[in-house]
C-alpha cells in the first residue's frame, strides 16, 4: 500500500490546516505520526477502516479531529487551534493492526508510511 500526504504548510499560533493522506489500497487501521527535531515519530491520532474508533495523543485532543473517507481511500486530520509546539513533520501511517494497536505500537512496527509533509506554526 502506497501513502500519500499532502496539505502541509505555515499557519499561524490558533489557526487551522488540514492534512490529507490517499492511500492506494486499504489497510484496517490508518493514522497519524509526528516527528520533532532529534526526537523519534510520536503517536498523533488513529482511526479503524469503520471511522467508528478513534484515539488522539492527549497533546491533541479537542483540537485535531482524525476521519476518513473510503470511496476516496483518503484520510484526513483536521488541525485547529494550532500551537508552535504542533511545528512538526507529519507522517500518515496505515497497519494492518486496529487502531488501538497503532495508538500502541512502535512506529517500527508499523506497516505502511507515507512520505512526511511539514506543518510550521508561527508564533
Known amino acids: 500500500v502506497q501513502l500519500q500526504a499532502s496539505g502541509g504548510g505555515v499557519a499561524q499560533a490558533g489557526g487551522s490546516l488540514r492534512l490529507s493522506c490517499a492511500a492506494s489500497?486499504?489497510?484496517?487501521?490508518a493514522g497519524w505520526f509526528r516527528r520533532f527535531p532529534g526526537k523519534e515519530r510520536e503517536f498523533v491520532a488513529a482511526?479503524?477502516?469503520?471511522?467508528?474508533?478513534?484515539y488522539y495523543a492527549d497533546s491533541v485532543k479537542g483540537r485535531f479531529t482524525i476521519s476518513r473517507d473510503n470511496a476516496k481511500n483518503t484520510v484526513y486530520l483536521q488541525m485547529n487551534s494550532l500551537k508552535p509546539e504542533d511545528t512538526a513533520i507529519y507522517y500518515c501511517?496505515?497497519?494492518?493492526?486496529?487502531?488501538?494497536?497503532?495508538?500502541?505500537?512502535?512506529?517500527?512496527?508499523?506497516?505502511?508510511w507515507g512520505q512526511g509533509t511539514l506543518v510550521t506554526v508561527s508564533s
Open positions: 489500497g486499504r489497510t484496517v487501521s
Open positions: 501511517a496505515g497497519d494492518s493492526n486496529n487502531a488501538y494497536g497503532m495508538s500502541v505500537l512502535s512506529p517500527i512496527e508499523i506497516d505502511y
Open positions: 482511526i479503524s477502516w469503520s471511522g467508528s474508533n478513534v
